[in-house]
């Protein structure tokens, strides 16, 4: 009797052992392990600072992606709020970096102004469509040749940067009618909004969602120039017709 006991003390000892050694493994799977994030901030670090001198790279944290396998490494120079970038490691080697689209693209800068852009103008559009009918947000807007001018890191939320920026309201929401007319006057009415305190993003990104999802979407961009062009029966015409930002280009 005391054998058998003990076998399955053992068995259950062994079981519990495994069980968390399934538990670690599987949670590094996804996680990473704390060692190897310790080492891909070294070796992001490292390669930093040898390949962008121009400033003392400092590795603030480190995720790891399950999906690419990889670990990415968030760096900043810790002198300025827009010189920050990232660094993908895998296998202890560097795979890719964001230095080129984050500091001399200024994406760094271009998302930070959306983040408090969208922050200042978020009440407004909880006010006019309902805090919990709309995912609508801010970002800044997909350039083939991203613009650089009356960019610089560091600077100050202000109108003169959102529009520098290039930044993009996205007004999306479900409703009930999907029509053209529903989303000119919607549009219209979120312009006139913002304009009257002070807000003037300079590109507009209309997402109608039906409430039946047998019903069609609709969804188009415009620039604050042809909006404010547009009166409201014209805007419902151009949105009918959903032209791609594309053919609306500067």
């Given at each position: 009797?005391?054998?058998?006991?003990?076998?399955?003390?053992?068995t259950a000892g062994v079981g519990a052992l495994l069980?968390?050694?399934?538990?670690?493994?599987?949670?590094?799977?996804?996680?990473?392990?704390?060692?190897?994030?310790?080492?891909?901030?070294?070796?992001?670090?490292?390669?930093?600072?040898?390949?962008?001198?121009?400033?003392?790279?400092?590795?603030?944290?480190?995720?790891?992606?399950?999906?690419?396998?990889?670990?990415?490494?968030?760096?900043?120079?810790?002198?300025?709020?827009?010189?920050?970038?990232?660094?993908?490691?895998?296998?202890?080697?560097?795979?890719?970096?964001?230095?080129?689209?984050?500091?001399?693209?200024?994406?760094?800068?271009?998302?930070?102004?959306?983040?408090?852009?969208?922050?200042?103008?978020?009440?407004?559009?909880?006010?006019?469509?309902?805090?919990?009918?709309?995912?609508?947000?801010?970002?800044?807007?997909?350039?083939?040749?991203?613009?650089?001018?009356?960019?610089?890191?560091?600077?100050?939320?202000?109108?003169?940067?959102?529009?520098?920026?290039?930044?993009?309201?996205?007004?999306?929401?479900?409703?009930?009618?999907?029509?053209?007319?529903?989303?000119?006057?919607?549009?219209?009415?979120?312009?006139?909004?913002?304009?009257?305190?002070?807000?003037q993003p300079p590109y507009y990104y209309l997402v109608?969602?039906?409430?039946?999802?047998?019903?069609?979407?609709?969804?188009?961009?415009?620039?604050?120039?042809?909006?404010?062009?547009?009166?409201?029966?014209?805007?419902?015409?151009?949105?009918?017709?959903?032209?791609?930002?594309?053919?609306?280009?500067?």
């Open positions: 009797m005391t054998k058998k006991r003990l076998a399955l003390k053992i069980l968390i050694m399934f538990c670690a493994f599987a949670a590094m799977s996804f996680l990473g392990n704390p060692l190897s994030a310790w080492l891909s901030k070294n070796t992001a670090q490292s390669y930093a600072n040898k390949t962008y001198p121009a400033r003392s790279w400092t590795a603030e944290e480190s995720n790891y992606n399950f999906k690419w396998g990889a670990y990415v490494v968030r760096l900043s120079s810790g002198e300025n709020i827009d010189e920050r970038f990232t660094v993908e490691v895998r296998g202890g080697e560097i795979v890719s970096d964001t230095y080129q689209e984050d500091i001399v693209e200024y994406g760094a800068v271009r998302w930070r102004i959306a983040e408090e852009y969208d922050k200042e103008i978020r009440p407004l559009l909880d006010q006019i469509m309902g805090k919990e009918n709309h995912t609508s947000y801010i970002s800044p807007h997909f350039f083939e040749t991203v613009p650089t001018e009356g960019i610089t890191h560091g600077m100050a939320l202000s109108e003169q940067a959102v529009n520098s920026c290039g930044i993009e309201l996205m007004v999306r929401t479900t409703v009930s009618s999907s029509d053209a007319k529903t989303g000119a006057a919607l549009l219209k009415q979120v312009q006139k909004t913002l304009q009257a305190n002070a807000y109608l969602e039906p409430e039946n999802p047998q019903d069609k979407g609709l969804s188009a961009q415009i620039s604050r120039e042809e909006l404010e062009k547009l009166d409201e029966a014209a805007l419902a015409e151009f949105l009918e017709n959903a032209n791609p930002f594309a053919d609306t280009k500067e």
